[in-house]
């Protein structure tokens, strides 16, 4: 009887929470101004009375960052398995259908090629409506093989981060992508190719300690929420209340961990600018830099 | 006795009792009762076998981290035959959480980093249950960079609930910690091995266990997150984390099968604690074999099979 006031996990779904807000007004949570959604959705989620960036989805991203035309995406049909035969309230296979129903896509990262304002990258982008965008095989893999195409393209990377941490459902196999992509990195950075990391609102988890952290640069949109553990488990561990701005990214930048703080609307021309610096290659400069690289000092062979 | 007994371990341990009562009622020799306490003793034996090889995932992380259970610095005494401690980044401080030095096994010489607990709640504190905050981590990459450059193979030994999620930890950056070990220990140009001796826990432990082996104790546990973690977000209660630990599949049997480790390490019956110079023996045989097989390896191809290790790692469909 008392159930009809419960919330059973199994009766809600899919609308109720969708990210992006529907109908035609719209609150913006930062200074609670009525805004009208179509022109929400024109100005990048950005509330324009307060310069609130909220949550955009991967589509929008890969619209706001490449030159129309030319984002080719790979991997899209890559799936999720359920490897451990996770349940918990719901079966893990029934929680990926209903995240691929709900965003029409396959899993939590969109990679793919592109020009950025003119700038051959490769461009992964991190989807939070897909299960928090945690990071699972599938993500793994998918930003390894970008890593991958990089490399055999020449090409500069990016990566838009968004991300609860590694998803649960897939136990180990989750935390072990941090391994995976961390340790594919370094063959980028062995041949390189610049590699700009953007973290969003939220980048947590073993995502930030993967890497999300290991970018040449790392940019911040403002005010994301940037850490390791979350705010919640940590106010359990200290027992008080948190700091304001703590785990922004203005305290991030504070701290030495993000080298710049973006707003939105200037992500574009600022990478721009930072993949001239990067991959400008100088010429008499150059020669100075391939002759140091050997690796770790050891001695070379020949 | 003030031993450390687990609800599931309790008929065990009464039976042990009565048979050491016999013993004691025995030794003034008025009465024979050694066939009685034969059968006893057999009976316990069974038993033994019984309850332990049918252990479910929760009561193997309770012995993973049983309060009397051998920590890296024990395996430390009882397997190098000398050990010099490091201490300290060179950026902040010296983390208790990880210990780190140089020592010799067997007459090789070698680094070894693992995570240290505490036993005891002041020990604890002072070891921050294992908990390493970056300067830990920093620490030890800085040891492993000290290893790679003067061409000692690397062992880190690891235990520890997780990396420290306290305010300190977060300013101090944590992720970025944990991220650069990931990074850095992919190409590091020595052979380097991972034991998991007890608590495998998540970011935290990896932070030590990107290695070219990965090695784990019978009664140890690899995770993603703690079974009560895991069970507070996805069942929304932490008592759960029984049924958390079942899903999770954190044992080492179960990594093996999903192909992560590369051996598991044989333990008394009941867990480590009950005999550490056995378990500790057993490691440093399998250390040592490990490290043979991967002095035969030229170092370029053990980094490029380290990185793929891991990037063979996943399970997925492709259209």
Redesign the interface.
Same mark, same amino acid.
Do not use: H
């Given at each position: 009887m008392a159930n009809w006031f419960k919330r059973t996990s199994d009766n809600l779904e899919g609308s109720k929470k969708r990210e992006l807000p529907e109908g035609l007004w719209v609150n913006c949570k930062s200074c609670e101004a009525v805004l009208y959604a179509k022109k929400l959705e024109r100005n990048y989620y950005i509330c324009p009375e307060c310069g609130h960036h909220m949550r955009l989805s991967s589509e929008s991203y890969i619209t706001l960052l490449t030159d129309e035309g030319t984002w080719k995406p790979f991997e899209e049909g890559m799936k999720s398995q359920d490897p451990l035969d996770f349940r918990d309230s719901k079966k893990y296979t029934d929680r990926i259908a209903a995240s691929m129903k709900k965003t029409g896509r396959n899993e939590a990262v969109q990679v793919g090629e592109a020009n950025l304002d003119g700038h051959e990258i490769v461009l992964a982008v991190m989807d939070f409506s897909f299960l928090g965008g945690s990071v699972g095989s599938v993500v793994g893999e998918k930003i390894s093989r970008a890593i991958d195409r990089a490399i055999q393209k020449k090409r500069s990377l990016i990566i838009i981060s968004c991300s609860g941490g590694m998803r649960m459902q897939e136990g180990v196999i989750s935390l072990m992508q941090m391994a995976k992509t961390s340790a594919r990195l370094t063959r980028l950075a062995k041949e390189k190719l610049p590699f700009i990391s953007v973290l969003t609102d939220p980048t947590t988890g073993g995502t930030t300690a993967s890497y999300s952290m290991l970018g040449d640069l790392n940019l911040a949109e403002p005010e994301a929420l940037i850490g390791f553990a979350g705010p919640r488990v940590i106010k359990q561990t200290i027992g008080q209340d948190l700091p304001e701005g703590f785990q922004r990214s203005e305290f991030l930048v504070d701290h030495g961990f993000i080298d710049q703080v973006v707003p939105r609307l200037e992500l574009k021309q600022r990478i721009a600018e930072f993949l001239l610096l990067l991959t400008a290659k100088s010429p008499s400069f150059k020669s100075v830099s391939s002759s140091s690289e050997k690796e770790g000092g050891s001695t070379s062979e020949d | 006795m003030n031993k450390f007994v687990f609800d599931f371990e309790k008929p065990i341990v009464e039976l042990e009792n009565k048979i050491q009562e016999m013993h004691e009622l025995a030794a003034d020799g008025k009465v024979d009762i050694s066939t009685e306490i034969d059968q006893l003793e057999e009976k316990a034996e069974k038993l033994r076998d019984e309850v332990y090889s049918n252990l479910n995932r929760w009561q193997r992380v309770q012995i993973a981290r049983h309060p009397r259970r051998p920590y890296t610095l024990d395996y430390i005494e009882r397997i190098t035959d000398s050990f010099q401690e490091l201490h300290g980044d060179r950026l902040y401080r010296d983390d208790r959480a990880i210990v780190a030095g140089l020592a010799t096994i067997d007459s090789v010489p070698l680094a070894i980093i693992g995570h240290q607990k505490g036993r005891g709640t002041k020990l604890n504190i002072f070891r921050n249950f294992g908990m390493p905050h970056p300067e830990g981590y920093r620490k030890a990459l800085r040891v492993m960079k000290l290893a %790679?450059?003067f061409g000692l193979p690397i062992v880190t030994l690891i235990d520890t609930p997780g990396?420290?999620?306290?305010?300190g930890?977060? %300013? #101090?950056?944590?992720?970025?910690a944990? @991220? #650069?070990n990931?990074?850095e220990m $992919?190409?590091l140009?020595v052979p380097i091995i991972s034991v998991v001796i007890g608590e495998g826990g $998540?970011?935290g432990a990896?932070?030590l266990? /990107?290695t070219d082996r990965i090695i784990m104790l019978e009664y140890s546990v690899? $995770? /993603?997150?703690t079974p009560e973690?895991?069970a507070s977000?996805?069942?929304r209660d932490a008592n759960l984390a029984n049924k @958390?630990a079942e @899903?999770?599949?954190?044992t080492p049997t &179960? +990594?093996q099968e +999903?192909e992560?480790i590369d051996e598991i390490i044989d333990e008394p019956v009941g867990g480590a604690h009950h005999d550490w110079d056995f378990v500790a023996s057993n490691v440093k045989k399998s250390i040592i074999c490990k490290l043979e097989e991967l002095k035969k390896i030229d170092i370029d191809e053990l980094i490029e099979e #380290?990185?793929d290790k891991?990037?063979n790692?996943?399970?997925? &469909? %492709? &259209?």
């Open positions: - | %790679e450059k990396a420290w999620p306290g305010l930890a977060e %300013e #101090r950056g944590q992720a970025e944990i @991220a #650069r990931l990074f $992919s190409t140009r $998540s970011g990896l932070a266990g /990107v690899y $995770s /993603v997150i973690g895991c977000i996805l069942y @958390a @899903a999770l599949r954190i &179960d +990594l +999903l992560i #380290r990185i891991y990037g790692i996943g399970f997925f &469909d %492709e &259209d």
